[in-house]
């Protein structure tokens, strides 16, 4: 057990000056004393966090210059059952600023690379938390989704990246960006341990009344039995060659193996993309109002108050942060909320209802029969448009930074399981294929992909 944490803090040596993965780390000597004194289910596990989970003994800073010397007065949830069961806090992960990002290269911190090749971006916003799993800095790393935060990362890094379903994991303690789509997420290269880890994390919490105390049975899969649907409005403009063979192969193996591959439609998704980038920088437009110098973190002295909160919020936010507040507000303007936040609410719903249309026979809400139900088990679409680009491609002008959650919003909008895996490479860049159950079907979801990985 000693020996894994040494290794985990030797590669820290190694390689994360490079990679900018930790923002913050713990002293190793001191984290090894504490193995002798643990029990419990993730006993001496190397994990380590994103900086947006409120943690006692580092600084949380959500990658932003607003909260860089900022220590929590509490302790997230999910931090809080990791040390309960024996787990061990590395440190805290890189991001992209708040949670906005794809590429985590919106972070106070500076980029994080990715460890397949440091010339490439490792993804975002969990960035340095799916760095940090690749690199071997911790065994497994505890990120947040909001729109594929956890699922475009493992992808780029090749590793697992399990979005579960909204409510099912405690948000106590994640500092949040939009709150009605936030996801506490797990990351690894071994899906036992993130098994192990949603055990520990999933639950009722009284402090978050959002979470959700979950029913499902694991059932025993048998892939025969399985239907497998594919999205065909999946097939968008942009996606690579690599990515398109990648998802062919493995449905082909799927099919081999018995299971049946049904094409199905979910006809909202192109809509999907507008309807998160509106909903999400709404949210976050109200959630990060409390950040004015006066309770929290960075301040930036002015003439008078009103100087002075202006002078804070533009001094501490990042642009990509300060974009999202001033969309937010746009969207939200009384006179522009029904064309914006009420059109894109009504996608939403229009997304949930394609998606249990392909789940299920009947309407969970209303019991209606709908016509012509697929009725498939899960959905098997790719992660990402491409394998991950180099920093310099994000620096272009012509680069399309939103594009790319294409494959994964659709799922945070409908509040559904969903695990990111490696399903082939290009050149040696992984490329992930990512696996869709109904809502609360968390553990079949994770069944499934291990009966994949097999
Ligand atoms: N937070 C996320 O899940 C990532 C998404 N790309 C966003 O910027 O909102």
């Known amino acids: 057990m000693k020996e894994k944490v040494v290794e985990c803090f030797r590669q820290i040596h190694l390689k994360n000056k490079r990679l900018n993965a930790l923002i913050s780390q713990t002293d190793s000597q001191m984290l090894l004393d504490q193995i002798g004194n643990?029990?419990?289910?993730?006993?001496?596990?190397?994990?380590?966090?994103?900086?947006?989970?409120?943690?006692?003994e580092f600084k949380t800073t959500c990658a932003s210059k607003i909260l860089s010397a900022y220590y929590s007065p509490i302790e997230s949830t999910a931090v809080r059952k990791i040390k309960e069961e024996g787990g061990l806090i590395i440190g805290k992960a890189n991001m992209d600023e708040f949670g906005m990002g794809s590429f985590n290269t919106n972070s106070f911190y500076g980029p994080s690379l990715n460890p397949v090749d440091p010339l490439r971006v490792c993804g975002g916003s969990s960035g340095g938390s799916a760095a940090a799993v690749a690199?071997?800095?911790?065994?497994?790393?505890?990120?947040?989704?909001?729109?594929?935060?956890?699922?475009?990362?493992?992808?780029?890094?090749?590793?697992?990246?399990?979005?579960?379903?909204?409510?099912?994991?405690?948000?106590?303690?994640?500092?949040?960006?939009?709150?009605?789509?936030?996801?506490?997420?797990?990351?690894?290269?071994?899906?036992?341990?993130?098994?192990?880890?949603?055990?520990?994390?999933?639950?009722?919490?009284?402090?978050?009344?959002?979470?959700?105390?979950?029913?499902?049975?694991?059932?025993?899969?048998?892939?025969?039995?399985?239907?497998?649907?594919?999205?065909?409005?999946?097939?968008?403009?942009?996606?690579?060659?690599?990515?398109?063979?990648?998802?062919?192969?493995?449905?082909?193996?799927?099919?081999?193996?018995?299971?049946k591959i049904v094409p199905v439609s979910i006809p909202s998704t192109s809509q999907a993309l507008s309807a998160y980038y509106i909903i999400a920088p709404a949210e976050a437009y109200s959630n990060l109002a409390k950040y004015d110098g006066i309770r929290y973190g960075f301040k930036a002295n002015g003439d008078n108050y009103k100087d002075s909160l202006f002078k804070t919020r533009t001094e501490g936010f990042g642009n990509e942060v300060k974009k999202r507040i001033m969309i937010g507000a746009y969207v939200l303007k009384s006179l522009e909320k029904s064309r914006f936040y009420v059109a894109a609410q009504k996608v939403r719903k229009q997304v949930q209802d394609d998606f249990d249309r392909v789940f299920q026979a009947v309407n969970p809400l209303t019991g209606a029969k709908y016509e012509n139900s697929p009725q498939i088990d899960f959905l098997l679409t790719p992660s990402a448009l491409d394998v991950a680009p180099t920093l310099e491609m994000t620096k272009s002008k012509d680069w399309n930074p939103y594009i790319n959650d294409v494959f994964t919003v659709p799922a945070s909008l409908a509040g559904l399981p969903a695990i990111s895996m490696n399903g082939g490479n290009e050149n040696g860049l992984p490329i992930g294929i990512q696996l869709v159950g109904q809502y609360g079907n968390d553990l079949n979801v994770l069944e499934f992909a291990k009966l994949l990985s097999q």
């Open 38 to 56: 643990k029990n419990g289910r993730l006993r001496g596990i190397p994990i380590v966090v994103k900086d947006n989970f409120a943690t006692a």
């Open 135 to 259: 690199a071997g800095f911790c065994a497994v790393a505890i990120g947040s989704d909001t729109g594929g935060s956890v699922r475009l990362p493992a992808s780029y890094c090749g590793i697992y990246g399990f979005k579960p379903s909204y409510g099912s994991i405690s948000r106590y303690g994640l500092i949040p960006y939009a709150h009605s789509l936030d996801t506490v997420g797990i990351l690894s290269k071994d899906l036992n341990i993130i098994c192990d880890v949603f055990d520990v994390l999933k639950g009722k919490d009284e402090l978050d009344p959002t979470s959700i105390v979950s029913k499902e049975r694991k059932e025993i899969l048998e892939i025969e039995n399985l239907r497998i649907g594919v999205p065909q409005e999946y097939h968008v403009d942009g996606i690579s060659d690599a990515v398109l063979r990648v998802w062919s192969q493995t449905l082909e193996k799927l099919e081999k193996r018995g299971a």
